[in-house]
């Protein structure tokens, strides 16, 4: 089994790493946001 981190600031990526099956384990509520 391999892990892969990935990070990202656009509102569509979940949706796409989710299709090609990638699971959210974590996330960071108002990160960069003034």
């Known amino acids: 089994m391999s892990n892969i981190a990935v990070d990202t600031y656009t509102f569509q990526a ?3 790493y989710e299709y090609n099956g990638f699971k959210e384990i974590g996330r960071y ?3 960069l946001v003034k």
Do not use: M
Request: glycine share 16%; hydrophobic share 15%.
């Open 29 to 31: 509520k108002g990160y």
């Open 14 to 16: 979940p949706r796409f």
